[in-house]
């Protein structure tokens, strides 16, 4: 028999109200979703359709108001604070719009700062940090700080600090938001590269040149998933 692999992910059933004002806003409405080890996922949708809520979710910033979320087979819906902590620390690795690096450090410290949280030793934290770097095409920028780079070297920067916590998954921001069409394309590139690596990768964008270049594509609106092809 031919051992079918267990979903990384597994939401069933997810909804997310916000009570803002006496008014209810449904974020997130009835999604079941399933996403297995190595996957390269763009979530896409108009603005409001409910993203970033989904996001926030799947990356343990941000709890369901019914229904489940399962992360390795354990379900997280009602995991402690301390234990969302952990797992945001160890479990994924995060990639905004915004770089978010410290403007003071070089690259290379600012990709080893998620080392620095985990308790990873000096030596083995500035090892890691440069292969990281490396592996986004940046080996010859470990000194340079942020104000040095480029925009789409200062988010390879912040991808690498993603991928140095060998974390389960990795979620991008509308990662290319903020670069120009070329810039973007590299970026693209680089995460494709590490998804054929074995990288789980969710990406959440609304260009649709971007999300056409990504094997699955989960589409929201108001809410809901209303495709998944």
Known sequence: KRMVAQPLI???????????????????????????????????????????????TLG??????????RFGGNDVSHATDHDLVHLRRHAVGFVFQQFYLLP?????????????????????RHERSRQA??????????????NELSGGE???VAIAR???????????????????????REIVDVLAELNREGRTIIIVTHDATIADRVPRRLRLLDGRVVADE
Request: aromatic content about 6%.
């Open 10 to 56: 597994a939401l069933s059933h997810a909804s997310r109200h916000f009570h803002l004002g006496g008014i209810t806003v449904q974020a997130l409405e009835d999604v079941s979703v399933s996403i297995k080890p190595g996957e390269f996922i763009a979530v896409t949708g108009p603005s409001g359709s409910g993203k970033s809520t989904l996001l926030n």
């Open 104 to 124: 003071r450090l070089s690259a290379q410290d600012n990709v080893e700062v998620p080392l620095i949280y985990q308790g990873i030793p000096r030596t083995e």
């Open 154 to 156: 200062q988010q390879r």
């Open 60 to 69: 343990f910033l941000d709890r369901l108001s019914s229904g489940h979320y």
């Open 162 to 184: 993603a991928v140095v916590k060998d974390a389960s998954f990795i979620l991008a921001d509308e990662p290319t938001g903020n670069l120009d069409s070329s810039s973007g």
């Open 133 to 146: 770097l490396e592996r986004v095409g940046l080996g010859q920028r470990l000194k340079h700080q942020p």
